[in-house]
């Protein structure tokens, strides 16, 4: 008679010690209260999941039913908020995953200075999110175009024609050309308010269901003190045909990454050209966990600006 494995222990973020528990009412994955790993001056809150869901073989089988995928994101998410209401957490990219608290404590240790300095950098701090869109859609991949009228038509309707296909066309490109203006101008002052931008994939509009062109999408980490000023400023933007999106206050996923792929405020990276958008399946989702499983690896995640990553599926869970 065969024995169920063990549980593993699923990582969802890496904070400082703190006084008490998580939040009271905070349910894991597992339907119970997340628990507290310590190593050192580092704390990882984990939640002993089944490895008959979580081994390597079946989470790649789970990955792919999208109702456990979203349930998942929820859950873990939810665990990430309530932490940012009584500490610091760094979040952990989704199904991050480790053998046992031993695991768990050499995932701290080997990953401690930069999880220090991830710590340090969100300390008190929030993302904001910020998308511009050129309200003028552009014209849907493989539409017909208006044809032109037969040759035994009036000249005039052939005139009228070309005369609709010019101001079609000059409407979106005022539209684009206003988009991307404003664009540039909101993200220089943005940058010189926040503590770090990051410049995101331009979302699709057929997967975020936003009519236009998203010419600008940021996301910016701004000192919790500030967030009134900083969404006070981005409100004040406005222009005829471009529509100025802001959303959070976010828990600061696109800057928990420990290396060094954010964009320092004050860099080169500029917001998209108008009218560029990012292929089938590029959409951004608002900041939450990265969809791309590390099963035991000692990275946070990315959050929202690391969709495209290169993991085609998960690690090996940590030992």
């Not at 005139?159 to 203006?181: I, K, P, T, V």
């Not at 035991?296 to 290169?310: E, I, M």
């Amino acid at each position: 008679m065969s024995t169920a494995a063990p549980d593993l222990r699923y990582v969802y973020a890496v904070t400082r010690p703190f006084d008490g528990v998580p939040p009271e009412g905070v349910r894991g994955i597992s339907g119970q209260p997340p628990k507290l790993v310590r190593h050192g001056d580092l704390v990882a809150v984990v939640d002993p999941v089944p490895a008959a869901d979580f081994e390597e073989g079946p989470l790649k089988a789970r990955l792919e039913d999208l109702d456990w995928l979203a349930a998942t994101a929820r859950a873990h998410d939810a665990v990430i908020a309530a932490l940012a209401t009584v500490t610091c957490p760094v979040p952990l990219r989704l199904a991050t995953v480790c053998r046992d608290d031993s695991g768990v404590r050499r995932l701290l240790e080997e990953g401690g200075e930069r999880f220090e300095r991830a710590l340090t950098r969100l300390d008190g701090r929030l993302e904001w999110g910020v998308k511009v869109y050129a309200e003028q859609p552009a014209p849907a991949a493989g539409a017909a175009p208006e044809r032109a009228p037969a040759g035994g038509q009036a000249r005039g309707s052939g005139r009228d024609y070309l005369r609709r296909r010019m101001e079609a066309r000059r409407s979106r490109e005022a539209d684009w050309g206003r988009a991307d203006a404003l664009s540039r101008r909101l993200h220089a002052e943005l940058s010189a308010q926040a503590e770090a931008a990051a410049l995101h994939r331009p979302q699709d509009a057929k997967l975020s269901g936003v009519p236009g062109v998203n010419v600008l999408n940021a996301a910016y980490l701004v000192d919790r003190a500030r967030g009134q000023e900083f969404a006070d400023l981005v409100q004040g933007y406005a222009e005829e045909g471009v529509q100025v999106r802001l959303t959070g206050p976010w828990v600061p996923y696109s800057f928990a990454g420990i290396g060094d792929e954010e964009q320092p405020v004050g860099g080169g990276a500029e917001p998209a050209a108008g009218g560029a958008q990012s292929s089938a399946g590029g959409a951004e989702p608002e900041p939450g966990p990265s969809a791309e499983p590390t099963a035991g690896g000692a990275v946070p995640a990315a959050g929202a600006g690391d969709r495209g990553g290169d993991g085609a599926g998960p690690e090996a869970v940590r030992g």
